[in-house]
């Protein structure tokens, strides 16, 4: 739905879209009312726990449950004999749910039990006897490409090479990138940076581990409450794995405590189902912090090769970018959308980027985030930086000099709309914190960013109450204050309060598909939906006042939240409110609704640049940020706080994963730090006052000119920490995360001396 | 598992010497109930000392102080003598884990769940504290440094608890300092954790010195070599080169996740070198 | 290895309470799964993350890190205590406020921890305050907003 043609959003005067009002939500969260997924109970209901893997790559031989099962107080036992393999396209996703011939990763779910209280579920599974082949396992994404390593799948054959390799290896597929000729271009310029980076996986780091309480029936009707970004999906996976109907369950998102993308998909939840349905009972399943981090969906690990060329003048007139990701044992690192992303930000003629998709004994992967942008962002802005300062040019010079704008050619293929990269660096290079004196020990470091965001399923219905007041129902969850938006949005379009407006997440029997919520997708298609169901309303509420005063319905216009006659020639009547027309719907047609079921398309690329100081302290390698400010485009700022919420939370994410968070294995495959204690997520000590600056170029694809904005800020800060950790120590850092032994090591050793 | 809340040492002792499987004594349970969440410990009997008079307290005693097992560490950095006193016990401390952490979390307990990178231990190591520890046979009285004996093992035998914390009489002109390191601003475990105890003459030479050292090997060191280092001179700068020298040297530390053993040894001469320096400050009235 | 309940009479949030739980369960458990006191929560517990924040007297602890069992005889405050009736307090009044809160599961915790920190000390430095919620994990704001709503509460509460 494009940018309405009557409307400017850079001039028009929005009535309520834009404020700041208190979420809806609020008074809940505040006074410890609000659910979320471990605050649901049943009666009867049954305490579920899973037996997880103790090693990193083993063949299950077999698994006994005779004793677990005579355990009083045992319920209901599942193995990987309890689930068939239904669904071709599913198949990945049900080996993560619960091994079946190998375990691929230390925390790899092997077995469920439900039982009626924690302590006998925990006994159960003592008691539960596995036999495994221990395997030789590969942790390292560089380790698993070596030919000799070992072997996750006898049957990977490389995808995305002609001819196919004859020899299975760990590389699951090959994607490239680009346009024009890099050999060429890199003849061309005056001075090239080559150099290679690692970043450890990281998590989402959610305060909320997953839950869910499953209650299904001998008739396989089943209710499933879950915290999740995508309760729709939740419900087609796990019906599909159950064997059961889609309509049949009816899933309900709890309030979400933290999902970034690491609650798109299935963990606990089939188990949980599949535990009820055996028991005739409610199952409650609640991850432990620790399973958390071992067996969810962390990010990739890379590895990556960047080469720039520039010429004297700041032009660069080649990029090229060899990148591999490992993300698990199964095929979906999505080192595809971190090869696509690579050069996103720039106007090149000549640009390559390869990727390598590579499986390895880490748990499976799940989005964070703009996932994949982050860590090849570190790599090509380290470049740039580094290029920037060889030639003498400011470094946010260097980016206008090659900033991608309308009509540009992405790297990945469109050519570009409108975009806003251009007014963000200029803002940037304006904003007080760019000049703002240093102290010793520190250093100044700066980074762009993008984010492709995304549209998808969405449905809507929008009821006028016999009071006037509206009830907006959505199908996405709410997890950075999309309800809040969604009634500005309403009430916008509507022209009435905000309070006159309540938004309310259902569940899955109450609308259509919706998409899950991710890829920045939520303001920019619920509210492109609300929109269109809001207009749809009007349109239903101006042919119920023509009924009531009897003139055609063209007749009737719809200004500032009343129906009225379109002129003198309709007729002299008084304008009638929404509530002056819902007290008379059952004798002009029934209930009033307005609703949309929409592919929401035309999402616009969100870009960001990232300013941040640094101190370093030299005799230890510790740096603390000392200031950092977030300049993004947001087309709008429906909610502008939340906005400004997103920006700092994604920045805040960047920060730790590149100071202090990391996987740490051990040499027996295990993961070390599987809880908050050493993986280390910034503390509120840690951090300054994140400043932000909302830069709005309206988005074309959009009513209001929205984009999404809850991606792109996660994207630049690996690379602006490290820019200005380089800037503060004299160093050039290459690995992520840039922890003090890191930093010591680069400064002892003058690493990569510029 | 059973819970028992004696009100006298006698009844407590009698309860941890008792026969039957494991006993495990609950003072601040900071320690005791994350190994039971993590099933590392499984206790079949837990001892909660926090009602027998005088575990909460804190009183004079021969001119320092008697710290009773109970008192959590917030109580200890709201007193303010035994602050102004021992600071560098006090900030030591004061770093356990977070506000929510202090508010419970106990010196004796953080003593004798004998972590190498137990915080308040090297400070309390270089206050030259000794524990009061009641067993079967009455009381004896161990200096901290010979309690732990090895990461989770202490010189306890069965039956006995540590029951207070002595903190000697402080001469003027004294003064200590607590530094650790670690790589966010709080909530970490130390990596490298340095207690610095001195005490200087009217010409401000420094006559006595202790050094504690955390996180360096396999239980905290008393140093004796830094503290040379340090005795005799004016705590200048050669004396701290020496002092950093003397506590890298002692360093018998590990590779694992939280971090090297090179970047331990580097960082212990830095930390003892800045807490030094913050010492001799407190000593001299600043 | 049998269990034997304990029996606890204790006090939250000024209301006389009795239960009967586990040795070994914790005060977070009791708070959440026997007296439907669900603001509390679990976000790691081992003592990490701030999620389970309660007052024993007053003090400041994680309830992860306590036994229902040592409850007894002591005053307990969560977060369902904090309002006044339908009187909110002006901390939760300036976490809505000022966007303080984006999921929202962090906040219990913050507001508890805030609460006593404003308790013990009026007129807090932002460095004070930083360092006084130390212990509380936010992954959604980067603390900016939790910090500036704190010290908006805090001016408003020095006033009177």
Same mark, same amino acid.
């Given at each position: 739905?494009?940018?309405?043609?009557?409307?400017?959003?850079?001039?028009?005067?929005?009535?309520?879209?834009?404020?700041?009002?208190?979420?809806?939500?609020?008074?809940?969260?505040?006074?410890?009312?609000?659910?979320?997924?471990?605050?649901?109970?049943?009666?009867?209901?049954?305490?579920?726990?899973?037996?997880?893997?103790?090693?990193?790559?083993?063949?299950?031989?077999?698994?006994?449950?005779?004793?677990?099962?005579?355990?009083?107080?045992?319920?209901?036992?599942?193995?990987?004999?309890?689930?068939?393999?239904?669904?071709?396209?599913?198949?990945?996703?049900?080996?993560?749910?619960?091994?079946?011939?190998?375990?691929?990763?230390?925390?790899?779910?092997?077995?469920?039990?439900?039982?009626?209280?924690?302590?006998?579920?925990?006994?159960?599974?003592?008691?539960?006897?596995?036999?495994?082949?221990?395997?030789?396992?590969?942790?390292?994404?560089?380790?698993?490409?070596?030919?000799?390593?070992?072997?996750?799948?006898?049957?990977?054959?490389? %995808?995305?090479?002609?001819?196919?390799?004859?020899?299975?290896?760990?590389?699951?597929?090959?994607?490239?990138?680009?346009?024009?000729?890099?050999?060429?271009?890199?003849?061309?310029?005056?001075?090239?940076?080559?150099?290679?980076?690692?970043?450890?996986?990281?998590?989402?780091?959610?305060?909320?581990?997953?839950?869910?309480?499953?209650?299904?029936?001998?008739?396989?009707?089943?209710?499933?409450?879950?915290?999740?970004?995508?309760?729709?999906?939740?419900?087609?996976?796990?019906?599909?794995?159950?064997?059961?109907?889609?309509?049949?369950?009816?899933?309900?998102?709890?309030?979400?405590?933290?999902?970034?993308?690491?609650?798109?998909?299935?963990?606990?939840?089939?188990?949980?189902?599949?535990?009820?349905?055996?028991?005739?009972?409610?199952?409650?399943?609640?991850?432990?912090?620790?399973?958390?981090?071992?067996?969810?969906?962390?990010?990739?690990?890379?590895?990556?090769?960047?080469?720039?060329?520039?010429?004297?003048?700041?032009?660069?007139?080649?990029?090229?970018?060899?990148?591999?990701?490992?993300?698990?044992?199964?095929?979906?690192?999505?080192?595809?959308?971190?090869?696509?992303?690579?050069?996103?930000?720039?106007?090149?003629?000549?640009?390559?980027?390869? %990727?390598?998709?590579?499986?390895?004994?880490?748990?499976?992967?799940?989005?964070?985030?703009?996932?994949?942008?982050?860590?090849?962002?570190?790599?090509?802005?380290?470049?740039?930086?580094?290029?920037?300062?060889?030639?003498?040019?400011?470094?946010?010079?260097?980016?206008?000099?090659?900033?991608?704008?309308?009509?540009?050619?992405?790297?990945?293929?469109?050519?570009?709309?409108?975009?806003?990269?251009?007014?963000?660096?200029?803002?940037?290079?304006?904003?007080?914190?760019?000049?703002?004196?240093?102290?010793?020990?520190?250093?100044?470091?700066?980074?762009?960013?993008?984010?492709?965001?995304?549209?998808?399923?969405?449905?809507?219905?929008?009821?006028?109450?016999?009071?006037?007041?509206?009830?907006?129902?959505?199908?996405?969850?709410?997890?950075?204050?999309?309800?809040?938006?969604?009634?500005?949005?309403?009430?916008?379009?509507?022209?009435?309060?905000?309070?006159?407006?309540?938004?309310?997440?259902?569940?899955?029997?109450?609308?259509?598909?919706?998409?899950?919520?991710? %890829?920045?997708?939520?303001?920019?298609?619920?509210?492109?939906?609300?929109?269109?169901?809001?207009?749809?309303?009007?349109?239903?509420?101006?042919?119920?006042?023509?009924?009531?005063?009897?003139?055609?319905?063209?007749?009737?216009?719809?200004?500032?939240?009343?129906?009225?006659?379109?002129?003198?020639?309709?007729?002299?009547?008084?304008?009638?409110?929404?509530?002056?027309?819902?007290?008379?719907?059952?004798?002009?047609?029934?209930?009033?609704?307005?609703?949309?079921?929409?592919?929401?398309?035309?999402?616009?690329?969100?870009?960001?640049?990232?300013?941040?100081?640094?101190?370093?302290?030299?005799?230890?390698?510790?740096?603390?940020?000392?200031?950092?400010?977030?300049?993004?485009?947001?087309?709008?700022?429906?909610?502008?706080?939340?906005?400004?919420?997103?920006?700092?939370?994604?920045?805040?994410?960047?920060?730790?994963?590149?100071?202090?968070?990391?996987?740490?294995?051990?040499?027996?495959?295990?993961?070390?730090?599987?809880?908050?204690?050493?993986?280390?997520?910034?503390?509120?000590?840690?951090?300054?006052?994140?400043?932000?600056?909302?830069?709005?170029?309206?988005?074309?694809?959009?009513?209001?000119?929205?984009?999404?904005?809850?991606?792109?800020?996660?994207?630049?800060?690996?690379?602006?920490?490290?820019?200005?950790?380089?800037?503060?120590?004299?160093?050039?850092?290459?690995?992520?995360?840039?922890?003090?032994?890191?930093?010591?090591?680069?400064?002892?050793?003058?690493?990569?001396?510029? | 598992?059973?819970?028992?809340?004696?009100?006298?040492?006698?009844?407590?002792?009698?309860?941890?010497?008792?026969?039957?499987?494991?006993?495990? @004594?609950?003072?601040?349970?900071?320690?005791?109930?994350?190994?039971?969440?993590?099933?590392?410990?499984?206790?079949?009997?837990?001892?909660? @000392?926090?009602?027998?008079?005088?575990?909460?307290?804190?009183?004079?005693?021969?001119?320092?102080?008697?710290?009773?097992?109970? @008192?959590?560490?917030?109580?200890?950095?709201?007193?303010?003598?035994?602050?102004?006193?021992?600071?560098?016990?006090?900030?030591?401390?004061?770093?356990?884990?977070?506000?929510?952490?202090?508010?419970?979390?106990?010196?004796?307990?953080?003593?004798?769940?004998?972590?190498?990178?137990?915080?308040?231990?090297?400070?309390?190591?270089?206050?030259?504290?000794?524990?009061?520890?009641?067993?079967?046979?009455?009381?004896?009285?161990?200096? @901290?440094?010979?309690?732990?004996?090895?990461?989770?093992?202490?010189?306890?035998?069965?039956?006995?608890?540590?029951?207070?914390?002595?903190?000697?009489?402080?001469?003027?002109?004294?003064?200590?300092?607590?530094?650790?390191?670690?790589?966010?601003?709080?909530?970490?475990?130390?990596?490298?954790?340095?207690?610095?105890?001195?005490?200087?003459?009217?010409?401000?030479?420094?006559?006595?010195?202790?050094?504690?050292?955390?996180?360096?090997?396999?239980?905290?060191?008393?140093?004796?070599?830094?503290?040379?280092?340090?005795?005799?001179?004016?705590?200048?700068?050669?004396?701290?080169?020496?002092?950093?020298?003397?506590?890298?040297?002692?360093?018998?530390?590990?590779?694992?996740?939280?971090?090297?053993?090179?970047?331990?040894?580097?960082?212990?001469?830095?930390?003892?070198?800045?807490?030094?320096?913050?010492?001799?400050?407190?000593?001299?009235?600043? | 290895?049998?269990?034997?309940?304990?029996?606890?009479?204790?006090?939250?949030?000024?209301?006389?309470?009795?239960?009967?739980?586990?040795?070994?369960?914790?005060?977070?458990?009791?708070?959440?799964?026997?007296?439907?006191?669900?603001?509390?929560?679990?976000?790691?517990?081992?003592?990490?993350?701030?999620?389970?924040?309660?007052?024993?007297?007053?003090?400041?602890?994680?309830?992860?890190?306590?036994?229902?069992?040592?409850?007894?005889?002591?005053?307990?405050?969560?977060?369902?205590?904090?309002?006044?009736?339908?009187?909110?307090?002006?901390?939760?009044?300036?976490?809505?406020?000022?966007?303080?809160?984006?999921?929202?599961?962090?906040?219990?915790?913050?507001?508890?921890?805030?609460?006593?920190?404003?308790?013990?000390?009026?007129?807090?430095?932002?460095?004070?305050?930083?360092?006084?919620?130390?212990?509380?994990?936010?992954?959604?704001?980067?603390?900016?907003?939790?910090?500036?709503?704190?010290?908006?509460?805090?001016?408003?509460?020095?006033?009177?």
């Amino acid at each position: 739905m494009p940018l309405d043609s009557n409307l400017d959003p850079a001039t028009h005067k929005f009535n309520v879209v834009g404020t700041r009002p208190v979420r809806p939500d609020g008074i809940d969260k505040v006074t410890g009312r609000a659910k979320f997924g471990a605050d649901a109970v049943a009666p009867g209901m049954l305490i579920g726990k899973v037996l997880r893997s103790p090693h990193a790559h083993a063949k299950i031989k077999s698994i006994d449950v005779s004793k677990a099962a005579k355990l009083p107080g045992v319920k209901a036992i599942v193995t990987r004999d309890d689930f068939k393999e239904r669904e071709p396209s599913l198949r990945d996703v049900l080996w993560n749910v619960m091994a079946r011939d190998k375990v691929f990763y230390d925390g790899h779910a092997v077995a469920a039990v439900a039982a009626t209280s924690a302590s006998v579920a925990r006994k159960a599974l003592k008691l539960i006897k596995v036999d495994y082949e221990i395997l030789p396992h590969v942790t390292d994404v560089d380790e698993a490409m070596k030919p000799g390593a070992p072997l996750l799948h006898h049957d990977m054959i490389t %995808g995305g090479i002609d001819p196919a390799p004859k020899k299975a290896s760990n590389v699951a597929y090959r994607h490239e990138f680009g346009h024009g000729d890099v050999e060429a271009g890199f003849k061309q310029a005056d001075v090239i940076v080559e150099r290679s980076f690692k970043t450890e996986a990281t998590h989402q780091g959610y305060i909320e581990p997953h839950a869910c309480l499953a209650n299904v029936g001998p008739d396989g009707q089943g209710e499933l409450w879950v915290c999740t970004q995508g309760h729709y999906m939740i419900r087609n996976v796990s019906a599909a794995l159950l064997g059961m109907d889609v309509a049949k369950l009816r899933v309900t998102p709890s309030e979400i405590g933290g999902g970034f993308g690491g609650k798109t998909t299935v963990f606990i939840e089939p188990l949980a189902l599949a535990l009820s349905r055996k028991a005739n009972r409610p199952v409650k399943m609640v991850m432990s912090r620790e399973e958390v981090f071992r067996a969810t969906g962390p990010t990739a690990a890379s590895s990556m090769d960047i080469k720039i060329g520039v010429k004297k003048d700041g032009r660069i007139t080649a990029g090229f970018a060899d990148i591999r990701f490992t993300g698990g044992p199964f095929v979906g690192s999505l080192v595809d959308m971190g090869a696509m992303s690579a050069f996103a930000a720039y106007d090149l003629e000549n640009c390559k980027a390869v %990727g390598h998709d590579v499986v390895s004994n880490r748990p499976k992967l799940a989005a964070y985030r703009a996932p994949s942008a982050p860590m090849v962002a570190f790599g090509v802005e380290s470049v740039l930086d580094e290029l920037a300062k060889k030639i003498g040019m400011d470094p946010i010079d260097l980016r206008l000099k090659n900033a991608a704008k309308e009509g540009t050619k992405s790297s990945y293929g469109p050519k570009y709309n409108r975009i806003g990269l251009i007014e963000c660096l200029q803002a940037a290079k304006k904003h007080p914190n760019y000049t703002a004196p240093l102290g010793p020990n520190q250093g100044r470091g700066m980074a762009a960013g993008f984010w492709f965001n995304f549209g998808g399923q969405t449905a809507v219905s929008l009821n006028v109450h016999i009071d006037g007041t509206v009830a907006l129902t959505v199908g996405t969850v709410d997890i950075g204050g999309s309800r809040a938006s969604m009634c500005l949005i309403a009430a916008e379009e509507l022209g009435v309060p905000y309070e006159q407006v309540r938004t309310v997440t259902a569940d899955t029997s109450s609308l259509g598909y919706n998409d899950i919520t991710e %890829g920045s997708r939520t303001t920019f298609s619920t509210g492109m939906a609300t929109i269109e169901a809001a207009r749809d309303c009007i349109g239903k509420l101006c042919g119920r006042a023509a009924k009531i005063w009897g003139i055609p319905p063209e007749a009737v216009v719809w200004e500032k939240g009343y129906a009225k006659p379109a002129g003198a020639n309709a007729g002299n009547f008084e304008p009638l409110s929404l509530a002056d027309i819902a007290k008379q719907a059952a004798t002009t047609g029934g209930p009033i609704a307005g609703h949309s079921e929409i592919n929401a398309e035309g999402a616009g690329v969100s870009f960001a640049v990232h300013l941040c100081d640094a101190e370093v302290d030299k005799e230890t390698g510790r740096a603390l940020v000392k200031r950092y400010t977030v300049i993004q485009d947001a087309g709008k700022a429906i909610h502008p706080s939340y906005v400004e919420g997103q920006y700092q939370g994604g920045a805040a994410q960047g920060i730790g994963w590149a100071i202090n968070e990391g996987y740490i294995y051990g040499k027996d495959g295990r993961l070390q730090n599987p809880g908050f204690l050493d993986y280390r997520i910034p503390v509120c000590s840690d951090l300054p006052m994140i400043d932000t600056h909302i830069v709005e170029v309206p988005n074309p694809g959009h009513p209001y000119g929205v984009r999404g904005v809850g991606e792109t800020s996660i994207v630049p800060p690996l690379a602006a920490v490290a820019n200005a950790i380089s800037a503060a120590a004299s160093v050039r850092m290459t690995e992520i995360p840039m922890s003090p032994p890191v930093v010591l090591k680069a400064i002892e050793s003058n690493g990569h001396k510029k | 598992m059973r819970y028992e809340a004696p009100t006298t040492v006698n009844a407590a002792v009698k309860l941890l010497a008792g026969k039957s499987g494991l006993a495990k @004594v609950l003072a601040g349970g900071t320690d005791l109930l994350v190994q039971m969440k993590t099933e590392r410990v499984e206790p079949d009997l837990v001892v909660d @000392v926090k009602r027998i008079p005088g575990m909460r307290d804190i009183t004079a005693k021969s001119g320092g102080f008697r710290v009773g097992a109970a @008192v959590s560490s917030a109580e200890l950095g709201e007193h303010k003598a035994l602050k102004k006193a021992w600071p560098g016990v006090v900030e030591a401390a004061n770093l356990i884990g977070s506000h929510q952490v202090q508010g419970r979390a106990t010196i004796v307990g953080n003593l004798c769940n004998a972590s190498p990178a137990a915080d308040s231990v090297p400070a309390l190591v270089a206050a030259g504290a000794v524990a009061v520890v009641a067993g079967p046979k009455g009381k004896r009285s161990v200096p @901290v440094e010979k309690v732990a004996t090895g990461p989770g093992k202490t010189s306890l035998k069965k039956g006995e608890f540590v029951e207070a914390i002595l903190l000697p009489k402080r001469p003027p002109k004294s003064g200590d300092a607590y530094l650790r390191f670690i790589p966010r601003t709080e909530m970490d475990i130390a990596v490298v954790g340095v207690g610095v105890n001195l005490t200087l003459d009217a010409k401000g030479v420094c006559t006595a010195a202790r050094v504690g050292l955390g996180a360096v090997a396999a239980q905290v060191l008393l140093v004796p070599e830094a503290a040379k280092a340090l005795i005799g001179s004016k705590v200048d700068d050669a004396a701290l080169d020496a002092l950093a020298a003397a506590c890298s040297a002692a360093c018998r530390p590990i590779d694992d996740k939280r971090g090297t053993k090179e970047f331990r040894i580097k960082v212990a001469g830095v930390l003892a070198r800045r807490a030094a320096a913050i010492a001799l400050q407190r000593a001299k009235g600043k | 290895m049998t269990m034997s309940r304990v029996h606890v009479s204790t006090t939250v949030n000024g209301d006389a309470v009795e239960y009967l739980c586990e040795a070994d369960e914790t005060l977070l458990d009791v708070l959440r799964d026997r007296l439907g006191l669900t603001g509390a929560k679990e976000g790691c517990g081992t003592g990490d993350c701030g999620a389970c924040s309660v007052t024993i007297d007053g003090r400041l602890v994680c309830s992860c890190l306590v036994l229902g069992a040592e409850a007894e005889g002591h005053k307990i405050g969560t977060v369902e205590g904090i309002a006044n009736g339908d009187k909110l307090h002006p901390l939760q009044r300036k976490f809505l406020e000022h966007a303080a809160l984006q999921c929202g599961i962090c906040t219990p915790g913050f507001l508890v921890a805030a609460k006593a920190l404003l308790d013990h000390n009026p007129n807090p430095t932002e460095t004070e305050i930083r360092f006084g919620l130390a212990g509380n994990l936010c992954r959604c704001t980067g603390y900016d907003k939790i910090v500036r709503a704190v010290q908006a509460a805090a001016a408003e509460m020095r006033k009177g």
